[in-house]
């Protein structure tokens, strides 16, 4: 079972994911880059993290909120 530390540390994690979804501060950047704008960029890079992130969740965090707090 989980500790109450790693819990604490994938909700964070899955928490910065969320928050940066979305690109807010590149709404207005119309700067392109081999030929995608920027914000296209951030989105690929995004789901590469994300990717990694849920990948490594089913390795190691799987079963996390599914229960009581171990000791």
Known sequence: ?????AS???????LLLAALSI??????DSTVVA???VWLW???GWMVL???TFAVFTQRGWG???GGWSA
Not at 23 to 28: A, D, E, G, R
């Open 1 to 5: 079972m989980p500790t109450r530390t």
């Open 8 to 14: 604490v540390a994938w909700g964070a994690a899955f």
């Open 23 to 28: 690109p807010w501060f590149l709404w207005n």
């Open 35 to 37: 030929g995608f704008p």
């Open 42 to 44: 951030w989105h690929i």
């Open 50 to 52: 994300a990717s990694i």
């Open 64 to 66: 996390v909120w599914m």
